[in-house]
């Protein structure tokens, strides 16, 4: 019988090395090599030719007849809504965030009203006892939903009690770092005791048509913790983000084989639980009569829904000889750079002799190129003293030129904020709108914008 072989595996990338090593090889982090016990390989396994002993599989077209998948409604609409509408039967999601984000009450949020609805539901917890996850649901005022709750690790045994009887429509996994597979060896959290286990998990959502959601830890960097492959393994994969100092989360979908990826859900973090924000431009504006100095409106927008949040900039004009400083909250620092250094060569303002602070109020995370113009726009109110006037929205992306390029969906973006009470746009040229009932005033450059924010 062949000796089985030794092997070192990343913990954080999945790498394997016949040999230890203090540093990784391919992620270049330290200390994740752990020692895990290969397959033992047989002398007629290698020389075997896979080109035989195999059966026959069905080849078919590309015009061959398909079938919609089902949608399971959660009963929560903002986690349908980055879903691409609802669970589908036999798929496999994985939802990952910052510890106490609010994964775990959202989940069974969605897991007690499918089963008020009728639906059969489990929820299986590694993490917590079953009695802790019973007073989270009645916290909540789901106490009395009809869910299969269970305390397990094993995924022998739960997919052994769950093969008992009728399979569950949804079947929870929190998490799946904490599960363990009796097929191989290795400590639960593992990179190959991940993999065998989320394996295993999919297979009993594709046989039985159970929609299965796994919870999984995340880095310090953001990032799931485990083996990439696992991301590769789902069909959808979920980030729900958000400040523990702020009350708002946003649920985005990074993958998703059945929808977009351009939809978010937006929850609010109340001592009930999670709420849905319905209009979350509500959450991210500041509601004052006059204008400000160093504040503008910029209408975002996350998939399909247009998000209206407040850009504010702070420009401190410092003594001869001292080094500015450049902040940035929410947005992107190396384009706040682009946008100084266009105004100065391009607009003739000078920034070089200021500190400027930049902040995205709420905590809220741009990453649209149409905050080009808004942040300018912000800059220049702080810069000459002149507030931006409170009806107006101010949205489009600036060239290196120091020409405004025309953005995506403006019509969406303009329609938001007309029913937001904005009544005029600062806006590129390029861009027409005849159906948003806002006055509609277009720059070609941004030398022209410059001039009318100066009164010029």
């Known amino acids: 019988m062949a000796k089985p072989q030794k092997r070192y595996v990343c913990q954080s990338c999945g790498s394997v090395s016949p040999r230890w090593a203090g540093q990784c090889g391919d992620c270049s982090e330290w200390n994740t090599m752990v020692e895990e016990a290969g397959a033992t390989v047989t002398p007629f396994q290698a020389k075997h030719n896979l080109m035989g002993g195999g059966r026959s599989i069905q080849l078919v077209g590309l015009d061959a007849e398909i079938t919609l998948p089902e949608r399971l409604t959660s009963g929560v609409a903002e986690l349908d809504r980055a879903l691409g509408g609802g669970f589908v039967e036999g798929s496999a999601t ?130 799931i913790a485990g083996p990439r492959v696992l991301e590769h393994m789902v069909d959808t994969v979920l980030s729900f983000e958000g400040e523990r100092s702020h009350q708002y989360r946003i649920l985005r979908a990074i993958k998703n084989r059945f929808g977009g990826t351009d939809e978010i859900g937006v929850f609010a973090m109340v001592a009930e639980g999670l709420t849905e924000i319905a209009n979350p431009s509500a959450l991210f504006l500041t509601q004052r009569e006059e204008g400000v100095t160093g504040t503008t409106v910029f209408p975002a927008l996350e998939g399909t829904r247009p998000v209206l949040v407040e850009i504010q900039a702070l420009v401190v004009r410092l003594a001869s000889g001292a080094t500015p400083r450049r902040a940035v909250v929410g947005w992107d620092s190396g384009r706040l750079a682009m946008v100084l250094a266009v105004l100065e060569a391009r607009c003739g303002l000078s920034f070089s002799a200021c500190e400027v602070y930049l902040n995205i109020a709420g905590g809220y995370k741009v990453q649209d190129p149409a905050a080009d113009m808004a942040v300018a726009a912000a800059l220049i109110s702080a810069l000459s003293e002149r507030p931006v006037p409170v009806d107006a929205v101010v949205f489009g992306e600036i060239a290196l030129s120091g020409e405004l390029r025309p953005v995506a969906h403006s019509p969406l973006r303009l329609k938001e904020a007309g029913k937001l009470g904005f009544e005029r746009a600062l806006l590129p040229s390029a861009v027409t709108d005849d159906k948003s009932g806002l006055t509609l005033t277009g720059f070609r450059t941004l030398g022209g914008f410059v001039e009318h924010m100066l009164g010029k």
């Open 94 to 223: 994985l939802i990952g965030g910052d510890p106490g984000i609010g994964k775990s009450t959202l989940l069974l949020q969605a897991a007690a009203k499918m089963a008020l609805a009728g639906l059969p539901v489990a929820y299986v917890s590694g993490e917590e006892a079953a009695d802790q996850v019973r007073l989270r649901a009645r916290r909540l005022g789901l106490g009395s939903a009809p869910v299969m709750l269970a305390a397990a690790t094993s995924v022998r045994d739960i997919l052994t009690t769950l093969s008992q009887a009728t399979p569950p429509a949804l079947l929870v996994i929190d998490s799946i770092q904490t599960m363990h597979s009796d097929l191989i060896e290795g400590a639960p959290g593992t990179v190959s005791q991940v993999r065998a286990s989320a394996q295993e998990l999919i297979r009993f959502a594709k046989e039985r048509g159970t929609a299965v959601v796994l919870v999984g830890h995340v880095t310090k960097d953001g990032s």
